[in-house]
């Protein structure tokens, strides 16, 4: 009696097993798009929010009407000025000049004023430099400031040192030009609106003899006082 292979009813059918691979890639697509809607709504939940803080400054500064800063020059005083010809082509030029200036603030909220710079020029000549340091000012309040300009032992040389020395030797009268800008910004909520400028030009002619301040005048943004 001979024995038969035993063969199996796939290997017999000729049937195979298929492997069909898992749904991966569906499952990255649907957690990418997931990612990018929470990212749109983030940020038209933040540019929501930025338009209405940005709409409540505006109502709150048409509310207050922010005005422009009042800052004027009271007075001119010459500390020191001396012009000391040291060659027949040159000339050492020193002056202190005090200039006190007001500043009025008519709003409702508090001026922040930055760091201003004043230039002392001779003929369009720089000689020397005098700082206003940042400070702060309440609504509804006046206040002074003083500024020193300082010009030591500047030198002068040819037509310029010729010219000083003939305006003070002859004429007694030496006229100097003061420039500068100050810069200021409303303070609404802690938050600094944008900066407004007031630019400062003072003539200011003295006199070496009396060691004085003879005549003065300051233009203000165009507006001459």
Not at 178 to 187: E, K, N
């Amino acid at each position: 009696m001979t024995s038969r292979p035993i063969t199996s009813a796939a290997a017999t059918n000729g049937s195979h097993h298929h492997y069909y691979p898992s749904n991966t890639s569906n499952s990255s697509s649907s957690s990418s798009a997931s990612f990018r809607g929470c990212c749109c709504c983030l940020f038209l939940l933040f540019s929501f929010l930025a338009l209405l803080i940005l709409a409540v400054i505006l109502v709150i500064i048409l509310a207050v009407k922010p005005k422009k800063p009042q800052f004027e020059l009271q007075q001119v005083g010459l500390q020191y000025m001396g012009i000391n010809p040291t060659t027949p082509s040159s000339a050492v030029v020193s002056v202190n000049i005090r200039m006190l200036f007001s500043s009025s603030n008519d709003n409702k909220v508090g001026i922040k004023y930055t760091d201003s710079r004043f230039t002392v020029m001779y003929r369009g000549i720089p000689l020397g430099r005098g700082n206003l340091p940042a400070f702060s000012q309440p609504a509804h309040s006046v206040r002074r400031i003083v500024v020193t300009i300082g010009v030591d032992r500047v030198n002068l040389l040819q037509a310029d040192a010729a010219n000083l020395v003939r305006d003070a030797s002859l004429y007694d009268r030496v006229e100097l030009r003061v420039v500068g800008d100050v810069g200021a910004r409303i303070r609404i909520l802690g938050i600094n609106s944008p900066g407004v400028q007031v630019s400062v030009d003072c003539t200011i002619a003295i006199s070496p003899r009396r060691q004085a301040v003879i005549s003065k005048q300051c233009g203000f943004d165009g507006l001459t006082v």
